[in-house]
């Protein structure tokens, strides 16, 4: 057998075989990948340039247009509308010479050659070892993540200077050759952004201590080159604004994401709020630069840079939405023991610095300090809080496996279609499913309201959906909605179902599932997923009126009240939701779904008839209240059962109870247990 594997034989061919379908498919991806990276640069670039005039690039033009303040024989800071140090005037002056429409391009194309310039060099810092894999795909991630995060698009949009830093620390640190020339780049960089100095003392603590001395001499010279070139503008910059203190615009702004603006957006003010500043970014500033050392020396230099910048983000004065690049490169980190543990930190990182912050929590009163400094309390807890894993943990390359259910035999010979969705059987990670809830319902929210077809279009299938009622004789909205308004206490019933229960029972199923039934949790997530999503479409291609907004049907609103069909008012409710996504019915489909779920998982039978009677006052409350007609709630059963099929189609059938059981007493199958390297 040995001579026969060595001689390529059967057994040598089939692994040579295996290996190069697997390099097809590796390199497939990469290719993939960097077309949806060269995708994502275009549209920036077509989304810059296609604006107006005056509407893009408004930094670059205050700086260097023909009214800009470097053209300006006074001080820069008149205005407190240049930003930059002293150092940084000097240098983008020459620009002014240069055509107004040249420039525009130039700095867009730069900025993003910049940027890519940025996922390469972070890639080739990675800690080793790194997997084939990671090594092929890491950096067309790396450059798309970069084009999508809130920092490079704000960049771009405004024509900031916010990349050039971040870049040059990570020249000095990962590629330039010889200590002195690195700690030149760092230090050229402090000079633009002085918070940066503060890579100095992770330098000296890492042993690097001429790149340390190199970058703080680098810094001096450059801010004693531009005191002597204007001495005024320095003077200005260092002293009456204390290193650009109160320039821009107001530092208690939610674009401010420091320690000082958090601390002003709380009513702080005056010399209390400056000592309690003083004193918490000397305490971000130790723990974050302690921890960097740590990890330094652990080999995880990029981790190390990365909680650096976060700590210089938190004590800066003013943190503008364009400098906090840091917060991304600390997705590099390693943070759980489980795998299902370890995407939790990358998925809030990427989450927070590619989404609104408005989509992160809900607009709760209650939650809006945690909203309003989301990405500083990111970069807090990168920078002193976070325990990353080092590389000698037996964690780190092997974290504990996730457990799966052993295939169920289908009906359908090519059921399931996806086989590498394997039912899992442990319980997921509870912050990352909030996490992913909360934006995915987000981002529902925004595709419905945007699914808006006019108000005309919507009556008109509203009078499509009438005809096809009457000619089936279920037009029933009007008799219905009539009998109940009659009846105060039914009225009354029905008003609150409509409104408490849309949401409170779906979430209910959710919690006791994910709670008592892993398994059942991830099956009914995500048909309830793919529902939603089925609902969405329905909402873009039949914009529908729902009863209650035909003017000619005579039908009452009972929730909302009399309503003005030119300029309808539902309080908080107008200007978040659309009123015209009516088909199909989420409301009966998501009563629907907990019914049917209920039904197949509730272990006694007055639990399963309990549950279906859900959907049952869901659909009168609906029909009752004017809210949809009775095909709309036709339309939510479709979609939900489309949700339960395709996730059959996709995953297979359902994990059988004793499967699931054995999973949730600690057992595992012997039928799919896998080597656990860290056993106990």
């Known amino acids: 057998m040995a001579n026969v594997e060595h001689s390529g034989g059967p057994a040598g061919a089939f692994g040579t075989a295996a290996a190069d379908t697997a390099g097809d498919r590796l390199g497939a991806a990469r290719l993939g990948l960097w077309l949806i990276a060269g995708l994502l640069a275009i549209r920036q670039v077509a989304v810059v340039l296609a604006t107006p005039r005056g509407e893009r690039l408004t930094d670059l033009e205050t700086w260097v247009g023909p009214d800009g303040v470097l053209h300006v024989n006074g001080s820069l800071y008149d205005s407190t509308r240049f930003t930059g140090t002293p150092f940084g005037g000097l240098v983008l ?47 067309p991630v790396a450059v798309s993540l970069l084009m999508l995060s809130l920092p490079v698009r704000n960049t771009l949009w405004l024509g900031q200077t916010s990349i050039i830093p971040v870049l040059l620390v990570l020249l000095g640190c990962f590629t ?3 200590q002195r020339a690195g700690g030149a780049l760092i230090g050229l960089a402090a000079a633009l952004q002085p918070t940066v100095l503060l890579f100095a003392p992770l330098l000296w603590l890492t042993g690097r201590r001429r790149a340390a001395l190199s970058t703080g001499a680098t810094f001096a010279v450059c801010t004693v080159l531009a005191w002597a070139a204007m001495p005024h503008d320095s003077h200005t910059y260092w002293v009456h604004h204390m290193a650009g203190v109160g320039l821009g615009g107001r530092a208690d702004a939610l674009a401010n994401q420091s320690l ?55 004590v800066s004065p003013t943190a503008w ?10 997705v590099v980190g390693r943070v759980g023991r489980r795998a299902s543990d370890r995407y939790v930190w990358p998925v809030a990182v990427v989450l927070v610095m590619t989404l609104p912050a408005k989509m992160m929590l809900p607009n709760v009163a209650a939650l809006h300090p945690l909203r309003d400094n989301v990405v500083l309390l990111a970069a807090l807890a990168a920078a002193t809080a976070l325990p990353f894993l080092t590389r000698e943990s037996a964690y780190y390359r092997a974290p504990v496996p996730t457990r799966y259910a052993p295939p169920v035999p289908a009906r359908f010979r090519h059921v399931p279609l ?19 809830i909360r934006v995915t319902y987000a981002a529902y929210q925004q595709v419905r309201l945007a699914a808006d077809g006019g108000r005309a279009r919507a009556e ?38 409509y409104e408490s229960f849309h949401f409170v029972v779906p979430l209910t199923v959710l919690g006791v599932l994910y709670w008592r039934r892993a ?25 529908l009126a729902p009863p209650r907004l035909m003017p000619a049907l005579g039908i009452i609103d009972t929730v909302h009240g009399v309503q003005d069909f030119s300029k309808p008012d539902y309080g908080t409710l107008t200007a978040v939701t659309n009123q015209y996504a009516a088909m199909p019915s989420l409301h009966f489909g998501w009563s629907l779904w907990c019914g049917l779920v209920i039904a197949v998982v509730a272990p006694k039978g007055w639990m399963k008839a309990l549950g279906l009677l859900h959907p049952l006052f869901t659909v009168s409350a609906i029909v009752a209240t004017g809210n949809h007609w009775v095909l709309d709630a036709v339309g939510g059963a479709a979609v939900v059962g489309a949700g339960f099929g395709l996730t059959y189609l996709l995953q297979g059938p359902r994990v059988r109870a004793v499967t699931a059981a054995a999973a949730a007493a600690g057992e595992e199958p012997a039928a799919v247990r896998e080597k656990d390297p860290m056993p106990g």
């Open 460 to 497: 008109r299938h509203g009078e499509q959906i009438l005809s096809v009622e009457r000619f089936l004789h279920i037009d029933i909205e009007h008799a219905v909605n009539h009998a109940v308004v009659r009846a105060g206490w039914l009225r009354d019933f029905f008003d609150f179902y």
């Open 418 to 436: 996806a086989p590498v969705l394997r039912r899992v059987l442990t319980r997921p990670n509870l912050l990352l499913e909030l996490l992913l």
């Open 260 to 314: 000082h603006g958090a601390l002003l957006r709380t009513g702080l003010t005056g010399p209390l709020e400056v000592a309690l500043f003083l004193a918490l970014g000397t305490v971000v500033a130790v723990l974050g630069v302690r921890r960097a050392v740590r990890y330094a020396r652990d080999g995880q230099l990029l981790l190390a840079v990365a909680i650096t910048g976060c700590a210089a983000i938190a």
């Open 93 to 139: 002056k020459p620009l002014t010479r240069a055509a107004e429409q040249a420039l525009g391009w130039g700095w867009t194309f730069g900025t993003l050659v910049l940027v890519a310039a940025l996922g390469l060099i972070a890639v080739r810092a990675l800690p080793q070892p790194v997997g084939r894999r990671t090594s092929l795909l890491a950096a």
């Open 519 to 543: 398994a059942d949790y991830r099956w009914a997530r995500a048909s309830l997923g793919f529902a939603t999503l089925l609902a969405l479409a329905g909402f873009w291609l039949y914009p």
């Open 176 to 178: 330039v050759r010889g």
């Open 321 to 330: 939405q364009h400098q906090l690049l840091w917060v991304l490169l600390a």
